[in-house]
């Protein structure tokens, strides 16, 4: 089986490596070898042992011999216009491109379908963490209810760091970006971007309907203080960024990224450093959770590898991974949404608040402040709850949801 | 697609009520509802909602219309003799039976294979933690180097009582078998054989030679004693009990089963109750660990839901899941295979011990005795080492390997 490799980058190159190295295994697994037939990347690689580089786009199409393309090119341009076009000349096409799998995945799936190929994306979510193909084909049963994920490698690092070793957001940043964790520009990590796209693929994978990013309320860590992190530990809570989609009362789906407390019960609160998480949750199911590196140039290489070794399995036959096309009815804003929030206050201790937990400490420096942990509500309720509040006197300095209790 | 169940108990009442359940969210992934056309029991269920009970093997076999067979009977026989029929007929076939699967798993793909069926057993291990399907259809391109897996649900409930409320295993096992965690003779769960079958299908799909469950060198629980649990807290281990299946150096696949020192930072030793946890090691995997509920009725039954939700979509194609046949060379005796142990001796500590740590308590009633952690070693090595501390005076009382550093 003749393939190409579309932009090599870190994942591209990986590709490259790893079916280099297991040509051995590879060629048990598939019944044949895999040959590497073009590379794709208008940088030069003058020291690279491949000898199939191009700049041109065509020579791939147009390769009748090429039946599989990787693409691991990032964003969605012009991925797209060539993912597309390549499904249209029959070839089943592998990416690690969340960003485009977020936006066009439901499009790109189709033609797919209709066309007896494949367009899998396995590396997209969790670097070399199984979760895509057991999200569609292990958890078929019993329709989940909840899918909560701590999927992005650099926040977690950096929430870790903050935790553990008491540094403040931006000295852990800077750690991260020293340990070429963090990007020299960290926005589409630290303001939960990335994990936006992620969770919109788990979600549609898990409920069945397409979701918008544009539409997932994202927030991100960088508000996260040395303040919350100490409350945090007092309550036995750990703060992760997550990625939650659910089934919402509305009917639709809500799907959504915050930091939040995680009690340390929970076993996403005990995933740290790099790495990833991702809990499903489902009535029948019990909690199934996927953990590893998230991330990294050869597990999410391998991810890659063994999507294209399933697609070489499935030559001809579509494996059918379908979600529903957009629809704005079916994304909920989650107004009905509730989860119970971790507030701080500054100012005295209030009592009286029904079903509230007040937390002081006895330190001078907490003196004159509190946090409150409230019962589960909607936001529009703890709008009001915090605006009660600070009609006491208080005033709100910060807030976090609480899930996986 | 009209199916039939073998064997009404636990598991297979369980997907009755599944499928029955499911019906939307089933047609909708399948593209078709499924039917239950008839149920094989020898006993009598007069109470239940299905009216298509049959005490003949021969009603399902004769069924052209029956295209998938749920075995969820248990045990080698007769479960292998109808699976194998069913499968020469034609009929793709669902099992839970992990016995089975380990002994007659090879030549039951074949069959299946040959004549474009499948043979699935998603159930067999881990319940409803999908765990068969990421290792034969995600993990392929790096091979992996080991899998450690908590197997069984009964031991490692009967493990963390003697941990967290320092149980003896008698109380501890009474405690589970109040709680219907163990059967009234809890054999196979303590006496480790239970894993033993689990391993060997993980090893199976792992390194993709068979292996013989016979040959699986297979400790179980019940000679943990308090003491083991003090020294394994004193220094930050839990105790679990370990399927282990590693690419020996002697070139073959070793496979055991075995009561193991976890040290607390790896995630398995945080895996408590009647949790099972995976994890699969690869040079460029990173480690991967799959994490769930090993057991219970409806999560086990809709692990083998989704398989047959597999099968229907693969109508005609089979899912190539694909092991050597069992040959004596490539089952490794472990000779060769070195682990660090802990060993526990009466009398006073020894010193002098090259590459060894002491451990003592200054309590009154651990004043006789110490524990040695030795630097790993082969199992021959070990004997000469426990050997040579008895030499001096110490008598062993007992000794564990030390895994996942």
Redesign the interface.
């Known amino acids: 089986m003749k393939i190409a490799i579309m932009g090599f980058g870190v994942v591209g190159s990986g590709v490259g490596e ?1 079916v280099t190295k ?1 040509q051995d ?2 060629v ?2 598939c019944g044949e070898p895999i040959e590497i037939a073009h590379i794709l990347d208008l940088r030069d690689f003058p020291d690279s042992e491949f000898r199939c580089f191009t700049k041109d786009f065509n020579d791939i199409l147009n390769d009748p011999e090429v039946g599989i393309v990787v693409e691991t090119m990032g964003g969605v341009n012009p991925a797209y216009e060539f993912s597309k076009k390549l499904l249209l000349a029959g070839k089943s096409v592998i990416t690690s491109n969340k960003e485009l799998v977020a936006a066009h995945g439901t499009e790109l799936l189709q033609i797919a379908r209709e066309r007896n190929l494949n367009y899998l994306f ?1 590396a997209s979510v969790g ?4 979760i895509i ?2 999200m569609f ?7 989940a209810t909840d899918v909560f994920g701590i999927l992005n490698g650099t926040t977690n690092y950096i929430l870790t760091q903050m935790f553990q070793k008491g540094e403040t957001f931006d000295n852990a940043l800077r750690a991260a970006q020293k340990k070429g964790y963090a990007e020299a520009d960290p926005t589409a990590d630290v303001e939960g971007h990335d994990t936006c796209r992620k969770i919109a693929i788990l979600s549609a994978l898990a409920f ?1 309907d397409s979701v918008l990013t544009e539409r997932i309320p994202t927030e991100g860590i960088t508000k996260i203080t040395a303040e919350d992190v100490a409350y945090a530990e007092k309550l036995g809570y750990s703060i992760k960024l997550i990625g939650h989609a659910t089934k919402a009362e509305d009917g639709g789906v809500f799907a959504a990224v915050f930091p939040a407390f995680v009690p340390k019960s929970n ?1 996403l609160a ?1 995933i740290n450093d790099v790495f990833n998480g991702i809990i499903v949750k ?12 998230g991330a ?1 140039k ?2 999410t ?3 890659v ?2 999507d294209v ?2 697609a070489i ?2 030559k001809g ?1 579509n494996i ?1 991974i379908k979600w529903n096309e957009y629809k704005p009815e079916n994304q909920s804003e989650g107004k009905l949404q509730k989860y119970p929030y971790y507030v701080r206050f500054s100012g005295k201790a209030v009592s009286g608040l029904e079903g509230c937990q007040i937390v002081t400490f006895d330190e001078e420096e907490y003196k004159n402040e509190f946090a409150v942990i409230t019962k589960p509500m909607t936001e529009t309720a703890l709008g009001e709850f915090v605006a009660g509040v600070e009609g006491m006197g208080g005033k709100a300095l910060g807030k976090l949801r609480l899930i996986g209790e």
Chains 1, 2 share one sequence.
Not at 127 to 130: T, V, Y
Request: glycine share 18%.
């Open positions: 790893v297991n295994i590879l048990k697994k396995e670097g070399g963490i199984p193909r057991p084909s292990c958890l078929t049963a019993g329709e069945g076993p005990g489902g009535e029948d199911l019990g909690d199934v959770m996927f953990y590893g590196r990294g050869l597990p290489a391998n991810a590898v063994a070794v399933d399995k499935h036959v059918i």
